[in-house]
Structures are given as structure tokens and as C-alpha cells.
């Protein structure tokens, strides 16, 4: 019997992407309405009635039905493909993935954009990743600073509960997620007369599913990773709504594609080292979670200098900064550079939006939330509510330090990309568990990533390399 895992994982991702999102349209209670308002003027009235469901709308459902059709057509072609159509069935399954992405995540991204111009600023978007930050941006735009500036008098004053709005008076993410949208805010107000910022994540989302069959060269884990980061259950429905993580998803995915030497080359050049870690300089601008990648980042590119213990000796520390400084300078270069500004304007305000709202510290701190051990500390009674402050930073550093010493000793046996993507994704996990919140997004966020260490098949190159240079010192020594 034949046996792809492929298969296995597409099926399921299908599965669960397409319940999620019928769960999920279930609490948009004007849907139905928006999406006949949107449609009307085409799409006969008769096709509507019969199409109405009560778990979802008529252009979703026909978005589910054709991609289930297709989800068929993977089936026969993997069952009916013999080895000696593997690359004409490799190409046949990884256009149906990337078709069944389009229809399920870009095509339903799409509607709730356009429903969102009809029913209004507030409606079908994310608060924080697309309301906000749509304003952040006109703040940008008229010369003011968004971390001084709060949000009562805009969009942002009428989503969500009215006690859990404490962001009216912080933007809690980095300035690379404004600027950068920025120019794509004027094309769109240009061409379309309206912007969403839902356009700028669709297009570097659709830049990482790009990327990602270049970065995995094996055939079946290229299909994996591709379906497990464009079907993620929990990831895309970040994308839908608009939380920013697929943003900072975009730019480390870069940098990783980066640090991957050219087809015919062992090693990247210094100059793909140095724009893969300007890369993830632009990702620590947009966010702290980016943050956490840097020690692996750091020592991943000192591999073939550091060696497989913990602390090199003494007398080789010299060298080893000056490797370093050559290959990732460019990281907190970009990095300040982008922040920089906002830091001299006003670092008070910087610091207050970005880390103390996040901590739970002043008058209005961000609320002990999501799906993390801080839940023990209401259960218990620590705190009077959950928007009291409870120091925990402290249980935070006192395991992920010792944890993060750990994972890069583990990274020093076998210094290749996926340990780096791996000890990241395990470092991020249980900073965030022991965390005020952790977030159900950052779980997707997670899995991404997770699924690109998984699957990347830089080993057998680190393998080559070493055999290359033990050969080389043969030849020298003989």
C-alpha cells in the first residue's frame, strides 16, 4: 500500500482550516447580509437563497466546495503517480496546495476585506493588527508619533469590550510595521480610494509561500512545509483577521532563504549572510518575538568557527567577534535604524507602549490573558483581576535563562538550521507559557516555524562541507 504523509497532513490541515472557519463565521452576526449586499449585483438572487446555510455564506461555502474538489485531485494524483512521474506528480501536488491556499486563506482574506468596506473601519479586522495599525500608519504619514499619540477619538474606541480597550493608549508593536506599510497605504488610497492592512500581510504572506519550497529541497517535505505554514489552523486565521504575525513571519523567513548558499555552492557569500541577518533586523523592528531568534541566529553563523563546546577557548573569542561583526553587522544596524528615531523622539513613550502595557505595569497595563500559566495566578487568587499587576518576569527568567543556555549548548552539536528554528520555537514557547499572556496567534506563529525545522535538509550540505574541508587537510597534510 502506498503511503504518503503528505496526504495525511494536507487532509487534516483541510479539515480543520475549513472548521475553524465556519466556527469562526458563526459570530459575525451580519455576514449573511454584507455578503448579499456584496455579491447582489452579480450573483442571481435564486443561487444566494439556496446557498444560504446557517454555518456559513455563499462565497465561502463555494470557496470550501472547490477546494475540497481539489483536496479529491490531490488524492488521485498521489494514488495513480508511480515513481516514474515523480517530478510531473511533485508539480501536480504542489500547485494544488498552492491553489486550495489561495481559495482558503487569500480567497476568504479577500471577503472580509471587501465586507469590511461595507459594514464599516471596525467590523471582520483584527483590533490591534489592522485597526490600529492602519492609524499608526496616518499618524506616520501626518508627521506624529504613534507612541505618544493614544486612540480614544479614532475606529479603535468602538471594537471589543469597553474594559479590555487599554491599547486606546499604546500601540504595543515596533515601527517597522508602519513604515513599511506606509507606501503601500498611499498606492492603495490611489487606486483603490481605501486601504486595509490586511493587503500588506497577504503579500508577504504570499513572499513566505514562495520561499519556502526554495528553502526545502527534499519533494515530500517541501509539500509539508508548505501546507502546514499556508493552512496553519491557528496561523491563517491570523492572516483572515489581520494579526501581525504572518508580518514578521515574511521577514525571518527571508532571512533564513538567505542564509542558504546558491544553487551549485556550498556556502552563501558574506553578502547573503549579511542581508539574511538584515532580514531579521527588520523583524526584531516589527516585534519583540523576533527577538528570541538572535543567540541561535548568532551562533548558527559562527558554525564553523564556534565548534561543539559551550564556551570556545579564550585565546579564540577575538576572532570569533570579528567573524561575527563581518557576517551579521547589518542586524542591529537595520534594527536602529528603524527604531532609532522613535527612541530618540521619545523613549519614555516607546518604552511604555512596547514593554510596560505588555508587563501589566501602569494605569493601564494589558490583562493576564490567553491560553498560558498565568491562568494558575487567577485560579489561586494572586491577583484581585486580571489587570493587576504579578511580576512575571520572574519565574520567566529564572527558567528561560538556564533553558536558553541549554538550547544553545544542544545548537553547538549539530549547528545546523533547523536546530536554530527549533530551539527558537521551544525558547519562544515556554518564555510565552510563563508569560502575562500567551496568545492563541502566537501558537501558529510557532508552528510555522516548527514545521520549517522539521523539514529543512541542510544537514547532508553541513555534511558535505565538512567532508570537503577534511578532505582539503588531507591533501594539505599529505
Known sequence: ???????????????????????????????????????????????????????????????IVTAFGLLGIYLIVDFLGSERQARLVHFLKLSLIYAIIVLLVFGKTWLLINLRQLRGPVSYAHD?????????????????????????????????????????????????????????????????????????YLLLFALTLVLVPLIIRRPQERLIALAVIGLNPIGVVSLIFGENDPFVLAWIVLGV????????????????????????GLACASKPTAWFLVPFWLLYLLRDHWGDRLIPPPNTWPGLVRTLWQRAWSLPVVALLVIGPWLVWSPDALYDDVWRWSSGQGESGYQIWGWGASNYVLAFGWVSDRFEYWPF??????????????????????????AMLNAYVVLLFVFFYVSRFMQPNYLGYMLSFLALAFTIDDDRRISDVERERSSTRLRTTG
Not at 141 to 154: F, H, I, K, Q, R
Not at 159 to 169: D, I, K, M, V
Not at 263 to 274: V, W
Open 1 to 63: 500500500m502506498k503511503k504518503s504523509l503528505d496526504v495525511l497532513i494536507l487532509f487534516t490541515l483541510v479539515i480543520a482550516r475549513v472548521r475553524i472557519d465556519t466556527l469562526a463565521d458563526g459570530v459575525l452576526p451580519f455576514r449573511h447580509e454584507d455578503v448579499q449586499q456584496l455579491v447582489g449585483g452579480w450573483w442571481p438572487a435564486w443561487s444566494l437563497q439556496l446557498l444560504a446555510h446557517p454555518e456559513t455564506d455563499p462565497v465561502s461555502m463555494m470557496l
Open 128 to 200: 490591534g493588527g489592522v485597526i490600529q495599525t492602519e492609524i499608526t500608519v496616518g499618524y506616520f504619514l501626518d508627521g506624529l508619533n504613534p507612541y505618544v499619540e493614544d486612540y480614544v477619538d479614532t475606529p479603535m474606541a468602538e471594537w471589543g469590550y469597553q474594559e479590555y480597550r487599554t491599547a486606546l493608549y499604546h500601540y504595543p508593536y515596533l515601527p517597522w510595521t508602519f513604515v513599511f506599510s506606509a507606501p503601500i497605504y498611499l498606492l492603495s488610497q490611489s487606486l483603490l480610494g481605501w486601504f486595509d492592512e490586511r493587503l500588506v
Open 257 to 280: 532563504w538567505l542564509l542558504l548558499p546558491p544553487p551549485g555552492q556550498t556556502e552563501p557569500g558574506r553578502g547573503r549572510l549579511l542581508l539574511g541577518s538584515a532580514a531579521l
Open 393 to 418: 518576569i520572574v519565574p520567566g527568567a529564572i527558567i528561560a535563562i538556564p533553558l536558553l543556555i541549554l538550547l544553545l549548548w544542544r545548537q553547538t552539536t549539530r549547528n545546523t538550521l533547523g
